[in-house]
Nanobody, 125 residues
Framework: QVQLVESGGGLVQAGDSLRLSCVASGRSLSVYSMGWFRQAPGKEREFVAAISYNGGRTEYRDSVKGRFTVSRDNAKKTMYLEMNSLNVEDTGVYYC??????????????????WGQGTEVTVSS
């Protein structure tokens, strides 16, 4: 079993940057892709970014491409999400997740079996 804990959220102004972290404990996730999802108030959870087990491949939703960067450090059991040029539409609770199956990668929430409790990001205009 793996536990995921996110941190780094906060209240920022449009145009600012934040760096989210996700630390894993318990079972190693070094052979599993990981992802970031977010949920805005009144909306469904949506995919933000994913990274392959070794960090060699990344995927992003279109609206964050060029602004967000996902990375991971398997030695530290930590995944990061660097978010730049934040806008109001980026507001929400950000969750990190570990994929259910080793070496696979997808942007679908149902394919992820381990979830953190989330960290809240609020971007004011």
């Amino acid at each position: 079993q793996v536990q995921l804990v996110e941190s780094g959220g906060g209240l920022v102004q449009a145009g600012d940057s934040l760096r989210l972290s996700c630390v894993a404990s318990g079972r190693s996730l070094s052979v599993y892709s990981m992802g970031w999802f977010r949920q805005a108030p009144g909306k469904e959870r949506e995919f933000v970014a994913a990274i392959s087990y070794n960090g060699g491949r990344t995927e992003y939703r279109d609206s964050v491409k060029g602004r967000f960067t996902v990375s991971r450090d398997n030695a530290k059991k930590t995944m990061y999400l660097e978010m730049n040029s934040l806008n109001v539409e980026d507001t929400g609770v950000y969750y990190c997740a570990g994929h259910k199956y080793s070496y696979r990668m997808s942007p679908t929430a149902a394919d992820f079996g381990s979830w953190g409790q989330g960290t809240e990001v609020t971007v004011s205009s």
